[in-house]
C-alpha cells in the first residue's frame, strides 16, 4: 500500500505534507498582524500633532483596533466551515494588507482611523486560523512545541512593537510603521500561494445573523465600557460606562442562550463540558489579567514615584517580555514531556511570590528589583499560558477546534480590557482614599505617597488571585481527547454537495 493510500489523522503523520512552510507562512502573517498591535502606541502624541486632534480621539486608534478584532473573532469557525484554509488566509493577509496601505497613505486621521479598522479585521482572524490549522496538523503529544513557537509569536512581536515604533518614528515618520510591514505582508501572502495547502473541512454552516449581531453588541458593548472606565472620574458610575457594560453583558447572556438552542451555533459553547478546556479558561483569564495589569501599573509607578522617563521605564520591562518570548518555545517542548502540572504548579508559586513582593513597592525601590520581578513574572506566564491553552485544546474533538480557539482568542482582549479597567479602578480609588486622609493632598509628598499606596494595594489584590491561580494548577492533568462527550453535528445533504 502506498503513502498516498493511507489515511492520516494529523497532516504531519503524512510524509508527503511538508508542515514546515505551513507554519512558516502563517507564523510571518501572524507575527506581523499582531505586531501592529502595539506599533502605534507610541506614536500616538506625533498624531495627536500630525492631524491636530485631542487625545480621547486619538486613542480610538487602540480602542477601535481592539473593538474590531474582538467582533470578528466569534465569527472565525463560521469563516472556517466556509471557505478552505487557503482562500481564508489569503484573503485574511490581503485585508490586512489593504488596511496598512490605506493607513500609511492617510490624508486625514478619520481615513487613518478606517485603515486601523481593516486592519483589525485581518489581526483578529489571523490567530484562530492559525491554531485551528495547528491543531489538525499535529497531535497532542506534539503541540506543546508547536504552540510554543506560537507563543514566541504572540509575545514577542508585541514586546518590541513600543521599541521599533520609537526608532521608526523618530528617524522615518510615523507612516513608515505602516509601510516597512508591507513588503513582509506580500512575502507572506505569495509564500501561502505556493506552500499552504487545505487543512479545514468545508462544511457550510447555517449563518444566524441574529448570534452575530448580539455577539457584536455584547463584545462591543462590553470592551468599550471597561476600555473608558478609567478615563473619568466617576470610573464605573459614569453613564458612557456602565451603559454599554450593561447592554454588552445583556446582549453575552443572550448570545450564550441562543448558542445552545442551535443545532449549528456560530460559537459553540459546549467546549465548556470538557474539564480540562473550562479550567485552561479561568487560567487564561487569570494570567491575561495580571500580565495585562502589570504592564499597565508597573509604567505608571516607574513614571510617578521613581521619577524615571517614560523610555527608561519602557526599557526596565523590556528584558523581561523579550524573556516570555523566547521561553515559549523551550516551555511548550517541556510540556510535551511532562505535561501541565509540573510547569503550573511552580509557576503560580513564583507569580504568587513577586506579587506580594511587588504588594510592598516604595519609591525608593531599587530598578533591578523592578527588572527582576518583571522578568520573573513573564518566565511564569510562559510556563502557564500556552500549556494551559493547549492542554485545555487537546481535550477537544476535531469538530470543535474552531470554536475552542475562537473562543480562547476572543477572551484575550476581552480580559485585558476588564483587568486594565478594574485594577486602574482600585489604584484610582485607594489614591483617593489615601489622599482624603492627609492634611494637604496637593503636596508632591502626598500625591507620592498616595500612588505608592494605591499601587500596593492593586499588587496585593493580584495576589489574592494568583493564589486563586495556585489552587487551580493543583487540579490540573493532562488532557486526552474526548470525542465522545459532544458528538459531531450531523451533516445535512446541502452540507455534502
Known amino acids: 500500500m502506498t503513502t498516498e493510500n493511507v489515511k492520516y489523522e494529523f ?70 466551515g466556509w471557505f478552505t484554509t487557503r ?56 503541540r506543546g512545541k508547536i504552540m510554543g513557537i506560537v507563543g514566541l509569536v504572540i509575545m514577542f512581536a508585541p514586546a518590541i512593537g513600543p521599541t521599533l515604533s520609537g526608532v521608526i518614528v523618530e528617524y522615518l515618520g510615523w507612516r513608515f510603521l505602516f509601510f516597512l510591514v508591507v513588503p513582509f505582508t506580500i512575502f507572506s501572502i505569495l509564500f501561502a500561494m505556493k506552500f499552504l495547502v487545505n487543512v479545514t473541512e468545508i462544511t457550510k454552516p447555517k449563518i444566524d445573523w441574529l448570534s452575530i449581531v448580539f455577539s457584536t453588541i455584547g463584545l462591543g458593548g462590553t470592551i468599550y465600557g471597561f476600555s473608558h472606565a478609567g478615563e473619568s472620574a466617576n470610573g464605573f458610575m459614569t453613564a458612557s460606562v456602565f451603559i454599554p457594560i ?15 438552542k442551535l443545532d449549528e451555533p456560530l460559537m459553540d459553547l459546549r467546549v465548556f463540558k470538557f474539564p480540562m478546556f473550562a479550567h485552561a479558561v479561568i487560567m487564561f ?34 528584558p523581561g517580555s523579550i524573556l516570555n518570548g523566547l521561553m515559549s518555545p523551550f516551555m ?24 506580594f513582593m511587588y504588594s510592598n513597592l516604595t519609591a525608593d525601590t531599587p530598578e533591578w528589583v523592578i527588572i527582576v520581578g518583571f522578568m520573573l513574572i513573564m518566565l511564569s506566564v510562559s510556563a502557564m499560558m500556552m500549556p494551559a491553552e493547549t492542554n485545555g ?76 491561580a495556585f489552587i487551580l494548577a493543583l487540579f490540573v492533568y493532562r488532557a486526552r481527547p474526548l470525542e465522545d462527550v459532544v458528538p459531531a453535528p450531523k451533516k445535512t445533504e446541502e452540507n455534502n454537495d
Open 11 to 80: 497532516l504531519s503523520e503524512n510524509p508527503n505534507v511538508k508542515t514546515k512552510p505551513i507554519m512558516i507562512a502563517l507564523i510571518i502573517g501572524a507575527f506581523f498582524a499582531i505586531l501592529n498591535e502595539t506599533l502605534l502606541n507610541i506614536a500616538l502624541t506625533t498624531l495627536m500633532q500630525e492631524f491636530d486632534i485631542t487625545l480621547p480621539t486619538v486613542q480610538w486608534i487602540a480602542t477601535g483596533f481592539m473593538l474590531v478584532m474582538a467582533i470578528v473573532m466569534p465569527i472565525s469557525p463560521l469563516l472556517i
Open 87 to 142: 482562500q481564508l488566509f489569503i484573503g485574511t493577509m490581503v485585508t490586512f494588507l489593504i488596511g496598512t496601505i490605506v493607513a500609511g497613505s492617510a490624508p486625514t486621521f478619520g481615513v487613518l482611523l478606517f485603515g486601523r479598522m481593516i486592519q483589525a479585521v485581518g489581526t483578529g482572524l489571523i490567530m484562530p486560523i492559525m491554531f485551528n490549522v495547528f491543531l489538525l496538523l499535529y497531535p497532542p503529544h506534539k
Open 246 to 260: 450593561i447592554i454588552g453583558v445583556i446582549s453575552l447572556v443572550l448570545f450564550a442562550m441562543r448558542q445552545f
Open 285 to 318: 483569564i487569570i494570567i491575561i489579567m495580571v500580565m495585562f495589569a502589570s504592564e499597565l501599573i508597573l509604567p505608571v509607578f516607574m513614571q510617578g514615584p521613581m521619577g524615571l522617563t517614560a523610555a527608561a521605564a519602557g526599557l526596565l520591562l523590556l
Open 332 to 355: 511548550g517542548a517541556l510540556f510535551d514531556k511532562v505535561g501541565p502540572k509540573v510547569m503550573m504548579v511552580p509557576a503560580t508559586i513564583v507569580l504568587a511570590a513577586v506579587m
Open 393 to 468: 485544546l487537546n481535550q477537544l474533538p476535531k469538530h470543535m477546534y474552531s470554536h475552542g480557539t475562537a473562543l480562547m482568542s476572543t477572551l484575550q482582549p476581552l480580559s485585558g480590557a476588564i483587568g486594565v479597567s478594574v485594577f486602574l479602578g482600585l489604584l484610582n480609588s485607594k489614591q483617593a482614599s489615601y489622599l482624603n486622609g492627609v492634611e494637604d493632598p496637593t503636596s508632591p509628598q502626598a500625591i507620592t505617597d498616595a500612588m505608592v499606596a494605591g499601587t500596593e494595594f492593586v499588587y496585593f489584590v493580584i495576589f489574592i488571585i494568583t493564589i486563586v
